[in-house]
Nanobody, 126 residues
Framework: QVQLVESGGGLVQAGGSLRLSCAAS??????????MGWFRQAPGKEREFVAA????????YDTDSVKGRFTISRDNTKNTIYLQMNSLKPEDTAVYYC?????????????????WGPGTQVTVSS
């Protein structure tokens, strides 16, 4: 099994920054073979893709909403990924989820991820 735990969420003013972390653990987790990603879900909306990263550090983003403002990274020695969020906007308010899948290549579809964290709330005030 794989466990994921997010941290770093909170309340921030528009224009501010936050850094989310997601620590992975478990017997079957492998930082060298499993892609990881960040998704978010606002009240009344579907869960949406934010960013993903493969074990070698290759990344992809939801271009329209976060490109140029958010940066995903990973530290395989700590089994941890990060999401640096800058220039935050009120529309970034959501619960942010970390996910991983038993594939090297990332996916932008939440249905293709095998394990999920409980989420961390990010609230951006105007």
């Amino acid at each position: 099994q794989v466990q994921l735990v997010e941290s770093g969420g909170g309340l921030v003013q528009a224009g501010g920054s936050l850094r989310l972390s997601c620590a992975a653990s478990g017997r079957t987790f492998s930082s060298s073979t499993m892609a990881m990603g960040w998704f978010r879900q606002a009240p009344g909306k579907e869960r949406e893709f934010v960013a993903a990263i493969n074990p070698f550090g290759g990344t992809t983003y939801d271009t329209d909403s976060v490109k140029g403002r958010f940066t995903i990274s990973r530290d395989n020695t700590k089994n941890t990924i990060y999401l640096q969020m800058n220039s935050l906007k009120p529309e970034d308010t959501a619960v942010y989820y970390c996910a991983t899948r038993r594939q090297f290549i990332w996916s932008t579809s939440p249905t293709e991820y095998d394990y999920w964290g409980p989420g961390t709330q990010v609230t951006v005030s105007s």
